[in-house]
């Protein structure tokens, strides 16, 4: 990470304050916002990953940093997020636009499931936000109800719209 590429790591922690903010607010659990090299703009907002040839994720607790869903191919983009490589996690839903991925050598491959429970710290999930669901894939969908089953996907745009017309002064 650069830090002369942009902002600074504390801005970033603090969207992701303003964020975790939010879903309390609004009684989420976890946020889950997707991107792909179109449509990237809150995944870029919240960790500065653009995918230019896999799609990528962010997933957010009500504590602690980030985790930065990531294909197989673009692991070391992890390092150009201000979170670093330690929130990075490749994931096998998080692959090409095609659908999910697995198999590539040397990498390890997290599922929904897991991220989800390390994002929670082990705690229920009731309520998952979804900023992006107006280009939030099907397949896409439909696992992630698999991996929390009885969760309720709630659309959150509106409250990522409002958190991002704030601006600071960095901004």
């Not at 150009?80 to 996690?89: A, I, L, N, Q």
Request: proline share 5%; net charge negative.
């Amino acid at each position: 990470y650069q830090e002369n590429a942009g902002l600074s790591r504390e801005e970033y922690n603090a969207r992701i304050q303003r964020i975790q903010d939010a879903m309390a607010e609004n009684d989420l659990d976890v946020l889950l916002s997707y991107g792909d090299e179109g449509q990237y703009m809150n995944l870029y907002y919240l960790t500065r990953y653009w995918p230019c040839f896999e799609v990528g994720g962010a997933m957010i607790g009500r504590t602690g940093k980030p985790l930065v869903l990531i294909g197989g191919e673009a692991i070391e983009f992890g390092a150009m997020t201000p979170f670093g490589m330690e929130s990075v996690r490749p994931c096998s839903d998080f692959g090409h636009r095609s659908g999910g991925v697995r198999g590539w050598l040397g990498v390890t491959f997290y599922d929904l499931r897991e991220l989800l429970e390390e994002v929670s710290n082990g705690k229920p999930i009731h309520r998952i936000g979804l900023p992006d669901l107006s280009i939030f894939p099907y397949p896409l969908y439909k696992r992630l109800q698999a991996a929390c089953p009885g969760a309720e996907l709630v659309d959150c745009s509106e409250m990522m719209a409002q958190i991002r017309m704030r601006k600071t002064s960095a901004e």
